[in-house]
């Protein structure tokens, strides 16, 4: 073992032996010496070391995905199959958020802040195998904003006099306000507004031939509460 004193013996009578009764995590030497008609050797042949596996190990590739307003999936991978869960706003000291329990590698955190910063810390419980628990893992994410902006604006069915103009949705809104103008315009101080309802499209007519226009959409989430505007198109 590690220490000087800690050593034990043992014969082997084929090429391979199988150590028990080890400590979890910790560095072992082996010395391997021939035993010929009772006789061991004096000078190790074969020297080895290595270093036993964690009892618990912690939780990896802890993720986020979906996130949304006011709720967010947190995912992990383990061979354990109990969880101890810990989270907060971002910032928060450990023993002091919101705990759960969980059976699975998955937990689904609800009633969060939109546009808030959280994170969550996630340990493997082992105790039922008597190995204790893990080591904590973590992950960081932001929820959305309480009305997100709509991406992936888009022009299509393009003619001398028309386009069609569709986007995804921010979130669950049925209801933007898109605004339309020359090339460069700033949406909040000049354009043509137009209010779409239920559908993400809106079918610009009327246009002058072979000129440039730009294309912002907002959400509308409520009636006081409206998102930034789209990315440029």
Request: glycine share 6%; with cysteine; hydrophobic share 30%.
């Amino acid at each position: 073992a590690d220490g000087e004193n800690d050593w034990q013996s043992v014969t082997a009578t084929d090429t391979f032996y199988t150590l028990t009764g080890l400590a979890p995590e910790t560095t072992y030497n082996v010395y391997v010496v021939t035993n010929c008609d009772g006789t061991p050797g004096e000078d190790a042949t074969i020297t080895y070391n290595f270093t036993t596996a964690v009892a618990c190990p912690a939780p990896t590739a802890v993720t986020a995905s979906p996130v949304y307003v006011n709720d967010a999936t947190v995912t992990w991978t383990s061979t354990s199959t109990t969880f101890n869960v810990e989270y907060g706003e971002t910032g928060f000291t450990q023993g002091s958020g919101t705990t759960e329990t969980v059976y699975d590698n998955t937990i689904t955190l609800y009633n969060l802040t939109p546009e808030t910063s959280y994170t969550v810390y996630v340990q493997a419980d082992c105790s039922g195998d008597n190995d204790g628990v893990s080591q904590w893992a973590s992950v960081q994410f932001t929820t959305l904003p309480s009305c997100p902006a709509p991406t992936a604006v888009t022009a299509t069915n393009v003619t001398s006099s028309s386009a069609d103009i569709v986007w995804t949705a921010g979130y669950q809104e049925s209801e933007w306000e898109l605004r339309y103008g020359p090339e460069n315009f700033n949406p909040d101080t000049s354009s043509v507004s137009e209010i779409v309802t239920g559908t993400e499209l809106f079918q610009m007519q009327n246009l002058s031939a072979d000129t440039r226009f730009d294309v912002y959409v907002r959400a509308i989430c409520s009636g006081t509460d409206t998102s930034a505007w789209s990315a440029r198109m």
